[in-house]
């Protein structure tokens, strides 16, 4: 029955993107001569107590607005900013749209923070190298200045911090039901991010053998460090860290762009289509042929430039090509 109706809706929705959410730019103190104002994006640690209320505030209000998009079973702001990722988890995971696809969505996620919960800070990261060696200690987890700690009991629901007591009303995977945020933090996971994966990703030649490194290892490590909500593929976006995780990752991305920025501004590949184990293994849906025409990749399975990006009208759709650079017009900021 999911499967119907989550099929019927990929078709209906991919194919109007009139609903224009307005834009606007990240805000902050430097100017760029080809995107105006440049946000600074900020690791967790070096944001003022003051800044991680504002934020936490922000993701909070997310989380009480009601839901306005349509999306099956969302009823808040924050199930349809995860129902864009659920919905298009089978063609974003596994495939060369990878870390583009994310780079859009973490505009997506802060777009609407500054336009519907009037927001004014920066987009933060996790820096997850700095906990990669003891991630309990991380101030991520502080109950006050952080997103709460580990999740207790049979559900592994958290139990304190600003979301202890959120109600997810999406997941698992492509189920709708009322949950809490649970974490189940596992100190091995997090050495994914330390430095010697970090440089095997950096020491990629093309981005052909580096999406498959950073989908391997520094994204693998935020996802199964956290745990619970946060390690299911369509829903991890229930998880408010997810963004942090997220956002760093699409940083380590632009890093590596930055060492050879006159190449990787346009170096894109990879494929269109997730392996069919990995589609076995997540229990996610196969894609459609109408997907594959839709694309922008005239019906094939290598990604390009001008591949399709689609959060489902939260804001308009991009290409690859749009995201590539984050001070390329669409995207205005820098990682500091
Ligand atoms: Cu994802």
Redo the contacts with the bound molecule.
Sequence with gaps: MYASVFTIFTIATTASFAIAAPQVKERSNTTSASCGTVSQRKSWVDLTNDEKTAYLDAEVCLMSLPATAGFPGAQTRWDDLQFA?IN??NV??DVGG?LP??RL?MYTHITMLQNECNYTGVQPYWEELLDSSNLTASSIFDPVYGFGGDGNGTDECITDGPFANVTLHLGPIYEVTDHCISRSLNDNAIKWANQTYLDIVFAAQNYSAAWPLFSSWPHTAGHAAIAGVMLD?TC??GDPI?FLH?TNLDRLWWEWQAMDLTTRLTDMDGQNVPTAEYIAEMGIYNVTDSWLDYDGDNGGNVTTLNHTLSVLGLVPNATIADVMDIQGGLLCYEYV
Excluded: A, G, L, M
């Design positions: 990722h298009s988890t974003v995971h990878f696809w994310h969505y593929v991890s976006p997810f997220h």
